[in-house]
Every structure is written in C-alpha cells, then in structure tokens.
C-alpha cells in the first residue's frame, strides 16, 4: 500500500482551501510557529505534492489540521500555498470550518483554533456562515512611498492582519477581473520595488501580500480589493487577513469606528463583512476618551482628562478584526504517494 493522504476542497467566496484532515506523517511538536519551521525544513516536499501539478494548481492554498499546542483550543492548523507558508488565511479557515462541520467534527457555535501566529476564535453560524476572530492587527506604518520601475512613485500602507501587507489607494488600475493581468503585474512590481528599498515590515519581515483597493462595483459594499498573494496569484475572495489589514488601516485614520460594519468586495465581486474592536491598551484608551468626552459633552472623544498635556502615546493602535464569510465543500478525495510516480512530489 502506498502512504495516503485524505483531504477536503473547499471555496470561500471563490478562493479554493484544500484542507488535509487524515494521513501524511506527524508534523512535530510544540507552538506552531515551531512546527511550520520544522515542516518547511523536514517535510516540505509534501506541501509540494499537495499543491503543485499534477495534483493542484498554482491559485490552491493548503490548510493542515494538526493538534493544536494551545491548550485554550480545539484545533491547530498549518497553512501553506504554492511557495511556502502562511501565518494566517482568513479564507482557508473559512474553508477549514466548512470541511470539518462536513466530517461532522463540529457544529454551530464558538470554536477556537490555534495557528503559527496566534489564536483565531471562531464563530459557526446555524446558516453555514463563519465569523472567524483574527489574531490582532494594526497599520504599521501610513503613506511610505516607494519608486517602482516603469510606474513611478507609488505610496501606500504597511500593515499586520496575519501576514504583512501594502495596501495602495492611489493606483490607478481597474479594480475589473478582465484586468487582471495588468493587475498582477503592477502589484508584482510593487513588491520587487518594497523588498529592493529595504521597506519590510516587523522585525525586517518581507512585505508578501499586495493590496489595490478603490470604489465597489455595489453600492451596498464598502470597497472593493485586489490582492496579490505571496506565489503571484490573486485572491478570488476579498482577502480575510487583507480586509483585517484593511480594517487596521481605517481604524488608525480614524476612518471607521469600532462595531461598525465594513463590507469588502472582492475582484469576482463576493464580499467578506467585517468589523473591528479595539484590543490591549488600544482599547483601555480608547475607553478613557469616550468616557472623558462624556463627561465633558464634547461630540468626539478628544477633551484631554486634568493633569495630561496630551494623550499617552502606546504607539501601533491594535484592533481584534471580525471577518464574516462561507465556504463550501466542492470535493473529496485521497491522495495517493506512489514512489514510482516521477512526480510524486509535484512538478
């Protein structure tokens, strides 16, 4: 018998999941950021196998269900796309809830999942819809402008919603899915420009994710994105950790109150709903400045309490996105490892 793996496909919002449930081997021990380490030196290859052709294609991100080491969860997960690793996928864990409540591992209500960058809860909803809330998120830094060969200045936005992102207003594309390809290859400029100028974000970490955003299409949506991801596919969907990176943004330019609605539309046109609330000491001063425009009746949260010049600086403003989407089961299937197979491990 040749070793197997069993694996769900999924979409949310038209970005496929393909979540690996049972087989394959055991993908070591502690934290999940130790684990993904070890698998992308150890067991890389079936990432691979999973993703690349003739099994996958080059748009397919990977979802591995692991146990988690978090104790305050029920499941950990690995994500992983056509050139590596992911530290969150907002739409893959969409995908993920949709193909356990499948195998009948979970029903509606509030599940926690541990992943390499920290616990995202989860809502299940009785209509299949999911409302995952994402690690916390945060603008890292607001209009850094950087020359991008054959397009000229370029500014935009550098920030955390699970993986590091640009996110450029002033771009003048088409936001349309007939331009994608102008699409693809404008944000891919873009990147090369941010890694050749040395504009990383945390700790020198790569700037992989792309975001164009503009107008919706819909009226009833807020805006609408196209995100450029790590392997240079799009997303179809509206990006869960990109509309949380969206969310940071609006948050720290005070574009967008906490609670209320924000409804992202995708390149296809699908739509993520989400919302923000403050997190940590963001939150503890957010508080203390309601409460002092309160007292002093002022119509926004800016009177300065009595012995405070000015406000405490606590640097990066961090939100708890809320993200709310579905995803659909589309297949299933078993994997088969033949080591006959000269593309066993993908092409």
């Known amino acids: ?22 087989g394959g081997p055991e993908l070591g021990v502690g934290p999940l950021s130790s684990r993904v380490a070890q698998v992308r030196a150890n067991l890389d290859q079936y990432r691979r196998a999973l993703i690349h052709e003739p099994r996958g294609w080059p748009v397919l991100v990977g979802a591995w269900l692991v146990p988690p080491h978090n104790p305050a969860c029920t499941h950990g997960v690995i994500f992983f796309n056509n050139v590596g690793y992911l530290g969150m996928c907002g739409h ?11 195998l009948g591992q979970i029903t509606p209500g509030e599940w926690k999942f541990d992943t390499p960058v920290g616990e995202v809860g989860v809502m299940y909803h009785t209509d299949k819809r999911v409302t995952l809330t994402n690690v916390p998120s945060y603008c890292h830094a607001r209009d850094v402008a950087v020359d991008v060969p054959g397009i000229g200045a370029v500014m935009g936005d550098v920030a955390w919603g699970g993986n ?16 994608t390809a102008d699409l693809t290859e404008y944000c891919l400029r873009v990147r090369r420009a941010l890694a050749a100028s040395g504009i990383t974000g945390d700790d020198g970490a790569e700037i992989d ?3 164009l955003f503009g107008p919706p299409v819909n009226p009833a949506n807020n805006s609408r ?33 906490a609670g209320q609605p924000w409804r992202q539309e995708s390149i296809l ?29 002022s119509p926004a949260p800016s009177h300065i309490p009595p012995g405070l010049t000015s406000w405490p600086d606590i640097g990066k403003p961090m939100i708890l996105p809320r993200i709310t989407g579905a995803a659909y089961v589309t297949s299933a299937a078993t994997l088969v490892l033949d080591p006959e197979d000269p593309f066993c491990w993908g092409l």
């Open 92 to 102: 893959g864990l969409i995908g993920v809830v949709a193909a356990l409540a499948h």
């Open 209 to 211: 994710h792309i975001e």
């Open 225 to 257: 994105n196209f995100v450029l991801c790590p392997g240079g596919e799009y997303d179809r969907s509206p990006c869960g950790t990109g509309t949380s990176a969206k969310l940071a943004c609006l948050a720290a330019r005070g574009k967008l109150a």
């Open 1 to 22: 018998m040749h070793p197997t793996l069993q694996y769900l496909d999924t979409h949310t919002a038209g970005e496929p999941t393909r979540v690996v449930y049972a």
């Open 164 to 179: 590091w992102f640009y996110l450029i207003e002033q771009h003048g594309q088409r936001l349309e899915l007939a331009n």
């Open 269 to 297: 046109g699908t739509v993520f709903s989400g919302e923000y609330r403050w997190e940590g000491e963001s939150a503890k001063l957010e508080a203390t400045r309601h409460e002092a425009a309160r007292e002093h009746s």
